[in-house]
C-alpha cells in the first residue's frame, strides 16, 4: 500500500526566514496531494494544495512543489510569522478513492 | 467549518464499554472519514464511506464498527473499549479530493 514519508519532524526557524517541509510517497498512482495545518487543539485545516497535473502551485506566502519521477513534494513557507507555527501534514490521496494516507507531520516553531 | 460537528467533544470511558462518537454534517457530502490522531503516528484512517449504506475499512479498523444509514450521520463504535484506544478522534467529509475536518473528539480510556 501507499506510504508517506514527512521530514523534518520538528523544524525552527528565525521569523522572516523560509520552511521548507518535504514528502515522499510510494504509489505513482497517487494524484492529489494537501497540505494541513493544526494548531494545538484544533482540527486540521487545508492551506494548500496540488494535483499531479501540476507542478508547482503558490498561494501569497505557500507554495507546493511537485516531482512526480522522483514521487515527492514540498511546502515552502517565505517570512514566516510566529502565527505560522503548528504542525503541518502532508497527505496524499489516488484517484477515485478520495481516501489520505497521511504524513507524520511536522512541528514549526517561528522564533520572534 | 461550523458545517461539520463531532459529539461529545470529550469522553473518559473504562476498559470493556461499548462508546459511540458521533459525526454530523450539513454539506450533504457523499464522502465521510474517521481517522484517530496519536503522537508519533499522525493521522490514520480507521473506516471511510462513499454514500450512505457503503462503508468500508481503513489503515486500522479492528476493535471499531461503523454505520452510515444517512447521508448526514457517519457514527464511530468502540465496541469494548481498550486502552490502546485512547486518542483523538477527527471525522471529515469530502465532495471531491478535499477533505473537511471535524474540531476532534477526545476519548480517554482507563
Known amino acids: 500500500g501507499e506510504n508517506v514519508e514527512q521530514h523534518p519532524s520538528t523544524l525552527s526557524v528565525q521569523e522572516g526566514d523560509s520552511a521548507v517541509i518535504k514528502c515522499t510517497y510510494s504509489?505513482?498512482?497517487?494524484?492529489?496531494f494537501p497540505w494541513y495545518k493544526q494548531e494545538l487543539g484544533k482540527r486540521p485545516q487545508l492551506i494548500i494544495d496540488?494535483?499531479?497535473?501540476?507542478g508547482e502551485k503558490k498561494d501569497q506566502r505557500i507554495a507546493v512543489t511537485l516531482n512526480k519521477t522522483a514521487k515527492h513534494f514540498s511546502l515552502h513557507i517565505t517570512e514566516t510569522q510566529p502565527e505560522d507555527s503548528a504542525v503541518y501534514f502532508c497527505?496524499?490521496?489516488?484517484?477515485?478513492?478520495?481516501?489520505?494516507?497521511f504524513g507524520t507531520g511536522t512541528r514549526l516553531k517561528v522564533l520572534a | 467549518d461550523a458545517g461539520i460537528t463531532q459529539s461529545p467533544r470529550y469522553k473518559i470511558t473504562e476498559t470493556g464499554r461499548q462508546v459511540t462518537l458521533m459525526c454530523h454534517q450539513t454539506?450533504?457530502?457523499?464522502?465521510m472519514f474517521w481517522y484517530r490522531q496519536d503522537l508519533g503516528h499522525g493521522l490514520r484512517l480507521i473506516y471511510y464511506s462513499a454514500a450512505a449504506d457503503i462503508t468500508d475499512k481503513g489503515e486500522v479498523p479492528d476493535g471499531y464498527v461503523v454505520s452510515r444509514s444517512k447521508t448526514e450521520n457517519f457514527p464511530l463504535t468502540l465496541e469494548s473499549a481498550t486502552r490502546s484506544q485512547t486518542s483523538v478522534y477527527f471525522c471529515a467529509s469530502s465532495h471531491t479530493e478535499t477533505q473537511y475536518f471535524g474540531p476532534g473528539t477526545r476519548l480517554l480510556v482507563l
Open positions: 496540488i494535483r499531479s497535473n501540476v
Open positions: 497527505a496524499v490521496s489516488t484517484s477515485g478513492t478520495y481516501k489520505y494516507i
Open positions: 504509489d505513482s498512482a497517487s494524484n492529489y
Open positions: 454539506w450533504s457530502h457523499s464522502y
